[in-house]
């Protein structure tokens, strides 16, 4: 069978150098015949139609080891988040324990690595784990949850207000010819009442081909606020898969948005399940390709309770020979009357030659509700242009304001004004690099 | 000042200018009237370089030099300036940081320091009260959600603010109620000098009580068919353009 890794060995699902609870080997021999059973992605998938994965399926990759960095290493990518940030650095999916904040003091705030996890919040970990079954995972999801070597784990406690941004930041570090993948895995359990906001950032160093493979997962327990910006500006050579699941409760306020500059070839799968009512939650995103770039958006939310809200404003700028696709996917069920459901999806082509697919896929089974969406793909608007032009802003200037405004839309967003500013400054730079 | 010559301008293959002769001199006004689809809107794009009509024949000059090759920023910074007949909707950009760019840009290539934020509010303020704009716009978004007299307030705030040396105001007074009209009348009054030029086109003659034109021309069919002083306008105010349709038609 082919595999984007070579081959897997049973070490890789149960000797992490740490006793692994049985449930959890079963779990993971579970996710990889899961995996096995999908295989990788084919024309005839539904969910792999658009994405242009020839590359993707290129290299035969093993696994990435534990390396070490250096403060001086990370010292750029600490930069994206304000520097009262809370950090942990994850470098090839592995919790660097002497670069981490662990002893960050920060009451109502418990970050543990995997074998810590096991320790210590063995229940977290199988809650967290056991929210989607197996059975459901997309190929790279499942693989990740059968051979991830180490996981961050987190746990807002009860009522607390961690009101310093947790920068979740990852490396990918590749410096070898061969290509390498890695699984990064992080869960979170913000419990009842509490507010917490995260950076996810996925950088990378090193000249050799990385995939990164991440899974991120949520559990909003009630009336919990979380708000999580993903931003992912790996090397051109990398490839970045990445699959978020987020369960909400009663009451509970969750508020991504995901920001994608980098990697060659980029997927983003994000899906809230709505478990309750009057829940808020917002999947927000901008992807800003060039050359030959490919990314690939996907959101899926389950409106499963009457009286909830979810937002949705994607935002594509592809330039050159780029390639987009974004599909989102709302579910009202037939519980869920008075669902208000919002989703907008935009892009522009700044070039001949860069193509985005676009699908909204409303599922409603309620009759008592508003779903609204739209979806838009143009060239740059020539009106504004000359408006500006005409009034003696150079048109570099010009279409750099008007790409920046398009983009703002979903930056604006962003309660932290440093990663806010952050983010935008590093949109001038992508637009620019040409 | 600006000199068209025998312009020709096409889009996509259809005609529309079809060999346009006009002279302003500095300080001069001159009022260009027609009926709808003449081609006045046509003719301001042009001059101001929009790219999608085809210069196919003739020639504008500005100062003595030819400008058809050059971009419609390079126009705005040796003095042209074009007001709208629909003024853009830019959402996300502001109104204060689009026009201090554009000012910005201008000063960088006169060989003038830029302003920064604090002398740029400073410059504009006094700008701003006389053309009668509430200073809250500078913070919204271009023209996002202006009303359509705020959107040709707001054309003629940012003539004041870059001062050209020729404004062409495609129908700036259409839309306007009379408290407006006067006021952008005004604006356009206190720009005026012995170096200032304005094009006035413009449907109504009401606008020419306010702001006197030296000269008056009617344009038809993409060209100019009859020039004359500001009695011109009263007389097709009075009679419409069918007298001079018909007398072309008898030259024929
Ligand atoms: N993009 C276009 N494609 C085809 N024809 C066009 C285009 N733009 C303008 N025209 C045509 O050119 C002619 C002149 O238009 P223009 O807007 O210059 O007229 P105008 O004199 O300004 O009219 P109005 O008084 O209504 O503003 C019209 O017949 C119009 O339909
Ligand atoms: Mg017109």
Redesign the interface.
């Known amino acids: 069978m082919q595999t984007v890794e070579k081959r897997i060995e049973s070490s890789e699902i149960t000797n992490l150098g740490v006793n692994l609870p049985n449930w959890m080997i079963n779990r993971r021999e579970d996710a990889l015949t899961r995996a096995n059973e999908i295989g990788l992605p084919s024309h005839q998938d539904e969910e792999w139609r658009f994405t242009p994965f020839r590359n993707l399926l290129k290299h035969n990759c093993s696994q990435s080891k534990k390396v070490s960095l250096n403060q001086k290493d990370i010292e750029p990518f600490l930069s994206l988040c304000s520097r009262d940030a809370i950090v942990f650095v994850i470098i090839n999916g592995f919790l660097d324990e002497s670069l981490s904040m662990l002893d960050h003091g920060i009451e109502g705030l418990n970050v543990f690595n995997l074998q810590r996890a096991i320790k210590e919040s063995e229940e977290n970990v199988n809650r967290v784990d056991s929210l989607i079954s197996n059975s459901k995972l997309p190929y790279f999801a499942a693989l990740n949850k059968a051979v991830h070597q180490d996981a961050v784990l987190i746990n807002i406690k009860r009522n607390a207000r961690i009101n310093r941004p947790i920068h979740l930041l990852n490396i990918s570090v590749n410096t070898s010819q061969e290509a390498l993948i890695h699984h990064p895995k992080v869960q979170v359990v913000a419990e009842e009442g509490s507010e917490s906001f995260f950076l996810e950032s996925f950088n990378s160093i090193g000249d050799g081909i990385s995939y990164t493979n991440g899974v991120t997962e949520f559990l909003l327990e009630k009336n919990s606020r979380v708000e999580h910006v993903k931003l992912q500006d790996e090397s051109e050579e990398n490839y970045h898969l990445y699959w978020s699941n987020i369960h909400q409760q009663n009451d509970s306020n969750y508020k991504g948005c995901s920001i994608t500059y980098g990697a060659q070839f980029s997927r983003n799968d994000v899906s809230s399940f709505l478990d309750g009512e009057n829940i808020e939650c917002t999947l927000d995103g901008a992807y800003v390709i060039n050359g030959d770039q490919v990314s690939s958006n996907h959101t899926r939310l389950d409106h499963a309770k009457p009286n909830c809200y979810s937002f949705q404003v994607y935002k594509g700028i592809l330039d050159d020979k780029s390639n987009g696709v974004f599909n989102g996917k709302i579910f009202v069920h037939e519980d869920a009357q008075k669902t208000d459901a919002k989703q907008s999806n935009q892009a522009i082509l700044m070039s001949d030659t860069a193509t985005v697919h676009t699908k909204p896929q409303l599922e409603i089974f309620a009759d008592d509700v508003k779903c609204t969406h739209g979806c838009t793909v143009g060239e740059m608007n020539?009106?504004?242009m000359?408006?500006?032009?005409?009034?003696?802003?150079?048109?570099d200037?010009?279409k750099a304001?008007?790409v920046?405004?398009?983009a703002?839309?979903v930056i604006e967003n962003i309660s932290n004004d440093y990663i806010k500013n952050k983010i935008e400054e590093m949109l001038f730079k992508k637009l620019k690099r040409k | 000042m600006l000199e068209i010559k025998n312009l020709h301008a096409k889009i996509e293959d259809k005609p529309i200018l079809k060999g346009i002769n006009l002279t302003v001199k500095p300080g001069e006004i001159h009022a260009i009237m027609g009926p709808n689809g003449s081609g006045k809107s046509t003719l301001s794009q042009v001059i101001?370089?929009?790219d999608?009509y085809e210069v196919t024949e003739g020639d504008i000059l500005f100062n003595g030099e030819s400008i058809l090759e050059m971009?419609?920023?390079e126009?705005?910074?040796v003095g042209l300036?074009?007001a709208?007949q629909y003024?853009?909707?830019?959402?996300?950009?502001s109104n204060a940081?689009?026009?201090r760019?554009?000012?910005n840009?201008?000063r960088k290539?006169l060989g003038l320091p830029e302003l920064d934020a604090m002398e740029f509010m400073k410059y504009i303020k006094e700008k701003m009260t006389s053309i009668g704009l509430d200073p809250s716009m500078l913070s919204r978004?271009?023209n996002e959600g202006f009303s359509g007299g705020e959107k040709k307030r707001n054309e003629i705030f940012?003539m004041a603010v870059?001062e050209p040396k020729i404004g062409i105001l495609d129908e700036t007074d259409s839309g306007l109620d009379i408290d407006a009209l006067k006021i952008v009348s005004e604006g356009v009054n206190m720009l005026k000098n012995s170096e200032r030029s304005f094009v006035l086109v413009t449907h109504y003659q009401r606008i020419l009580n306010y702001i006197t034109p030296d000269y008056v021309h009617v344009l038809m069919n993409g060209k100019i068919v009859k020039s004359g002083g500001k009695e011109l306008a009263l007389q097709l105010e009075q009679e419409g353009y069918a007298p001079i349709e018909k007398a072309l038609m008898a030259t024929v």
Do not use: C, H
């Open positions: 020539k009106d504004p000359f408006y500006l032009r005409s009034r003696g802003v150079s048109e200037d010009a304001l008007l920046y405004a398009f703002n839309e | 101001a370089g929009r999608s971009e419609p920023e126009r705005a910074w300036f074009m709208f003024p853009v909707e830019i959402p996300g950009v940081y689009f026009l760019t554009a000012l840009a201008k290539n978004a271009v940012q870059l």
